[in-house]
């Protein structure tokens, strides 16, 4: 694990002395988007075009943030248009890295064998982490942007795709508001839970997180999805890191009052998710208990990979009954 400096690799684990024992999440460096004529979007240039086989996604199978866009771009019925490489489950000194695991492939596009490689190919000169998941455009040879939030909406709303509209324009507050809360206190709640050093920066990012899944299990006592009748991104974000939870957040992450499984809302929901078209294939547990167990060696020093927990995502669950297709 470690980060460019001036365009230099530097093996290096995450800064916390310098924040009272937190992990702060830096802000994603490439904001370009792609849009449907190649307008400027939200931020950075204008330029990308949306255009099948222009764009190619790297992704690790491990990576929450990267499996969002793995799944948006399954929903959306792009696996044609858009082209993706998985990077190795195990990340070690070099960073990600293109390795021969089952399920990782290597860089058809840029040939690296780091990933780290294809930050410096669009700025030689790049300063800060080097993370999945990060959208390639082939015909400008450079990143557009390495912000999964901003590349999901991309995949919703600029290539055509068939599917539903995950942002819909009457919900957008609502998923605004739901990401939001979702996005501090689980979906990076776990990460600040995991990896805090100070006991009680632990104890609040704990505490915040469960009092948030405790507010989400009611929520879904109401509707189907977290933003009513309709599958939205909101929900896309909160699978991702409710599927790895039981396997790795509660024990690695010491997010332990309660597993999603002793839930009952929230387990038959993930359940729900996982049967959506495209996502089981998304899914892989063995790269997420791999990447996690074998790549923070301050947490998990001898870097053994539990074996359990026994998950089974394809029991039948209660979601289209209680609430109607
Ligand atoms: N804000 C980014 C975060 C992505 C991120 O942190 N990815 C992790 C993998 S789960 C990563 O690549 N970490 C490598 C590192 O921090 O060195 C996004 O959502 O796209």
Redesign the pocket.
Known sequence: ???LVDGVWQDRWYDTASSGGRFE?KA?AFRNWVTADGARGPSGEGGFAAAPGRYHLYV?L?????HRTLIVRALKCLEDAVSVSVVDPH?GAE??VFGDSPGATPDTVNGASRLYEIYLAADPAYTG?????VLWDRARGTVVS????EIVRMLNAAFGGSGPDLYPEDLRDAIDAVNARVYDRVNNGVYKAGFATDQSVYAEAFAALFDELDALEARLDRARYLCGARLTEADIRLFTTLVRFDAVYVGHFKCNRRRIADYPNLSNYLRDLHALPGVAGTVNLTHIKRHYYESHPTINPTGIVPLGPELDFEVPNDRALRFGA
């Open positions: 694990m470690g980060l999440r994603s690790s491990a990576c929450p943030w990267a990340m960073g990600w982490r080097v993370t999945v998941p390495n912000e999964s939030a």
